[in-house]
């Protein structure tokens, strides 16, 4: 079954950075597309950027410029790289697979407080 497990969250301050894996397994983790998405207390999930199978990427303006998607096929691991963070990035943070109708994983909290 297809499995995406998220890790690398935490409490980190302003200006911190912090790399996020999502590790999948349950499907061909090179042929598809991933992407990551974050949900803020009291509001609904946002769209945070794409990595196609191919390695483009593309990022919402808001985080434009601070995060980085990569994946390592090898490793069937999808990353987002942090840096510069802002409290205003504290969210949940989700992966998502472009596989069949998509797939979740479970979410790693993200606090940027000092």
């Known amino acids: 079954q297809v499995q995406l497990v998220e890790s690398g969250g935490g409490l980190v301050q302003p200006g911190g950075s912090l790399r996020l894996s999502c590790a999948a397994s349950?499907?061909?983790?090179?042929?598809?597309?991933m992407r990551w998405y974050r949900q803020a207390p009291g509001k609904q999930r946002e769209f945070v950027g794409w990595?196609?199978?191919?390695?483009?990427?593309y990022y919402v303006d808001s985080v434009k410029g601070r995060f980085t998607i990569s994946r390592d096929n090898a490793k069937n691991t999808l990353y987002l790289q942090m840096n510069s963070l802002k409290p205003e990035d504290t969210a949940v943070y989700y992966c998502?697979?472009?596989?069949?109708?998509?797939?979740w994983g479970q979410g790693t909290q993200v606090t940027v407080s000092s």
């Open positions: 998502h697979a472009d596989y069949n109708f998509g797939y």
């Open positions: 349950g499907f061909t983790f090179s042929n598809y597309a």
């Open positions: 990595i196609t199978r191919g390695g483009s990427t």
